[in-house]
């Protein structure tokens, strides 16, 4: 019931209005990390009972649970505290077909169900149209397991062999949840494993570290993990785990702060895996303090140009803070050159920014960014999840009022991104 009911609250909203911020002077605790929470929920079906801590609760997180509702296991939620209980036995192994088109992290169930049942029957997951996004490395890494694998217009049903073909698996191109698919599905084999090529992005070391809780031995070295996975008794079957921190959430308000921070305190985050998000607002001109290891102040900066920015697998800098980068750029002296090197098509937002008077040229996958002095307000339209975040910046920073629509976007996404801008003083209203 409460799932229900948290559904339709975020789900109902269609556009935000946002007006110039000022000066901001506070601050601002980061939430769980998305990406990590998603893979945890499919790993939840690997154990009898598992509790999430700092689980952010956001539209994607709430459609996993429904997934894993749909799937018999009864879900507690205590929103109060971000603490979800996963509990009981898994009574099917087919994703239900609607949930599955809502978010890309539903292709984690693949993995979980294979690893906890050895079958699975999904459909094509949705998303963000940022790519192609196709899922032919996870079913190139099934394949070579022996999984026998059926395809019927858009649904996958997939089936583990009772032993693998090969123990060896190199995946062609980095994937984050390719990779966390294969560790899901690895639960259900006993013995040695090797992956090579695999993503490190801290969200795949938090299932690492979730799954070493477990039971499994995983050990990393040059993109590789060496994988033990002892009998299936063996394995635990009730845990506790802390979801890490959402770097991509603390990077947007770092970007915030960048542009009217008097300063902004972003408390909560986890500095470490920001270093390459750190790095290019230094470059940009913007001061910031780190405090603590979980802890920065950021002030609003006159900003360098001449920037050039490579999105890249971690530790490089991430896609997911692209967009607004391309905010921080916009209002740069000078020229800025981003290049999106991971999904082909991520340069909508550029369009909507140039309605609010921010002068950028595409080419293929670049972007060239040439500084304006300030942003108006305008109508805009949120075309993925972390545009919508940089056309919400865009708006706090612009004269006079915004308006976004498509906003269902950003509420997949950010946990109470909006009331936490409220509470810096920010005037801005869902709808
Ligand atoms: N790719 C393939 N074949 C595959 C899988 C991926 O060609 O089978 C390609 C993709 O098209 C892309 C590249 O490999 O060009 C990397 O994609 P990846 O598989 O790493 O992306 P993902 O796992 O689908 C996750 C995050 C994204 C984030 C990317 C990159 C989740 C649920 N999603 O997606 O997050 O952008 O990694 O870091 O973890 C977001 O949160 O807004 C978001 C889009």
Redesign the pocket.
């Given at each position: 019931m409460e799932l229900e009911r948290l559904i339709t609250q975020l789900g109902k909203f269609k556009v935000l209005k946002i007006s110039n911020c000022g000066e901001i002077k506070g601050e601002v605790s980061i939430s769980g990390a998305?990406?990590s929470a998603?893979?945890l929920l499919a790993a939840s079906l690997l154990v009898e009972e598992l509790t999430l801590e700092n689980f952010p609760i956001l539209l994607d997180t709430l459609y996993g649970l429904k997934i894993l509702q749909n799937l018999g296991k009864e879900i507690i939620l205590y929103p109060e505290t971000n603490r979800v209980v996963i509990r009981g036995t898994v009574k099917g192994n087919k994703v239900d077909y609607q949930l599955a088109g809502l978010?890309?992290?539903s292709?984690?169930f693949l993995g979980g169900l294979l690893g906890s049942m050895g079958k699975a029957q999904i459909a094509q997951p949705g998303?963000?149209p940022?790519?192609?996004?196709?899922?032919?490395?996870?079913?190139k890494f099934l394949q070579s397991l022996g999984c026998q694998i059926e395809q019927e217009g858009d649904f996958i049903t997939v089936k583990l062999p009772p032993k693998p073909k090969r123990r060896e698996f190199t995946f062609e191109?980095?994937?984050?949840?390719?990779t966390?698919n294969a560790l899901l599905t690895l639960t259900a084999l006993e013995g040695e494993f090797i992956l090579k090529n695999v993503?490190l992005?801290p969200?795949v070391l938090d299932l690492v570290s979730f799954l070493r809780k477990l039971g499994v031995k995983i050990e990393i070295f040059n993109r590789t993990f060496k994988i033990v996975v002892p009998r299936k008794k063996e394995l635990k079957h009730s845990l506790t785990h802390q979801i890490i921190p959402d770097r991509?959430e603390a990077g947007t308000f770092l970007v915030l702060g960048a542009l009217l921070g008097n300063p902004l305190k972003v408390k909560g985050l986890n500095v470490f895996h920001l270093k390459a998000v750190i790095e290019k607002l230094q470059k940009a001109g913007v001061r910031l303090k780190v405090k603590s290891p979980g802890e920065v102040e950021v002030y609003k900066s006159i900003l360098r140009g001449d920037n050039y920015l490579e999105t890249q697998?971690?530790p490089g800098f991430?896609?997911?803070m692209q967009a607004q980068f391309m905010v921080l750029y916009a209002l740069a002296k000078g020229r800025s050159v981003i290049v999106e090197k991971?999904?082909?098509n991520r340069f909508q937002h550029a369009h909507e920014l140039k309605k609010m008077g921010a002068k950028i040229r595409i080419e293929g996958n670049k972007a060239f960014i040439e500084g304006v002095e300030k942003l108006k307000g305008a109508s805009v339209k949120a075309t993925?999840?972390?545009a919508s975040a940089a056309l919400v910046i865009a708006g706090a920073v612009a004269e006079g009022e915004t308006t976004i629509s498509n906003i269902h976007h950003l509420l997949r996404?950010y946990e109470k991104f909006d009331q936490k801008l409220a509470s810096l003083g920010c005037r801005l209203k869902l709808f």
């Open positions: 998305k990406n998603l893979p978010f890309r992290g292709i984690l998303g963000c940022i790519g192609k996004r196709p899922i032919d490395l996870h079913l191109k980095i994937t984050v949840t390719g966390e993503a992005e969200e991509i697998p971690y991430p896609t997911d991971i999904f082909e993925d999840l972390r996404g």
